[in-house]
DNA sequence: CAGTGGTCTAGACCACTCT
DNA sequence: GAGTGGTCTAGACCACTGT
């Protein structure tokens, strides 16, 4: 069996892309009806396949058109502040400067999403405390930052002010007698739900990182839990690796 | 306006999928029809946003099933052989051990791709080594590695053997005088090529991880390239940080 | 206003799976 | 053979964009 129409017509189209035509959008549905002598719902499923892969978008009343964002670089290590040591993951906060960045705050008591219970050590649907974010480069949303936190750990402190903490929170929790010492990073690849699609404006075909931060302090206790989530199409998630014995990787 | 019929039916299916009914399966395409008063094409639209959501899968000929998977633990820093100071890190190597893996390999020369020859720092389509794999879990392709070289740094020594490197692959680099002391780290999020969802076996709504290593010797050459595709609906990449100045995190 | 993409219908044939 | 999802057609109305 041959390839069914709408994929060789989305493989055809796909080839063009790469070629570099269609850099002021592409013929419409019309056109190309008429020139792959197809019907329209055919057309359709084989732009419909591209939209899924993030290699177009469109808009209504207007036509199609290739895709391409730039990326921010996303360096969880430089929570750390030691973002010096790998020059080539710094960019990201010089970038960050140069685009104009802004935060919505918002502070409030939840019960705990399963997964964040387990990972907190809290039973399930407890109240914790939870500061929500929305990240903002140039008035692009480009991150939405949960942090949860059990209420002693932060009750009364400057963390529950729906503000930036100059500081840091995590310097707010130290003061608290929080000092966390170790974090547990999980990245998990999937497609976005609709309530986040709604919050960061996300196209069809893109998916999203889901980055959890599980941190620990010196005694074992889990005192923050952040669920961060990352668009693809303008996020790049890096970090940097220094070890003398790199030569005894496993391969 | 109110939404679309099919969004509304593929919101009533989310929800129900949510609430673990359909756990054998979903109900026929003409039983939606029946059931929700639709036509075929408009059941057929919600059903096609729940699969480009990664929520479900279909079989032809059977029907269609809410999807899920055990996701494996990647985790980059295990490179190091530092994993036993994480121990939330560590189970990938107990998990892959039970779950039979294996791999195939190819070394070959090539021309650099461009992103690759960039990172390398030689000549556009220059001649590199690659050295490509497929590493299966259980017979499921959960990853595939491609490695490059330049030719100097591998001609003559075992990596360029289409075998497992048991002392592993960075040491023969070592041995040759390429010892790798740093290495940078980009995590890329995007919908997979028709390519990767072939040799990956991937399902519609299956975004990847593009997990690019780059490679340092301690005076600041580029001696590997590494890139790992790594299928969301399957792995989730982990790594710990230990920090005595976590608590000065910037929020 | 003409042209665009978004939604929706009814109907057809096919390959495939299961019994 | 009956039922399933996969492909494809022709046609319609709509909301929206541009001029």
Redesign the pocket.
Known sequence: ?SP????QLAATLRERITLGKYADG?P????LMKEFA?????V??ALTTLLNEGLLQ???????FVKSLEHFEYSPQEDFGRAAVIPEADSFTRAAARRNPSQDIEVSFVHAPPDVARRLGVDDGEVVVVRRRIRHLDGVPFQLNDSYYPRDVVEGTDAMLPASVDRGVNRVLAENGFAQSRALDEIWIRMPNPEEVRRLALGPGTPVAEHVITGFTADGRVVRVVRAILPGDRNVITFGRTHPDLEQVPS
Do not use: D, F, I, Q
Request: without cysteine; positive net charge.
């Open positions: 069996m069914p129409k709408y994929a592409l419409s549905e019309a056109e197809m019907s329209r719902t055919t359709r499923t469109s808009a209504s009343g207007v036509g199609y």
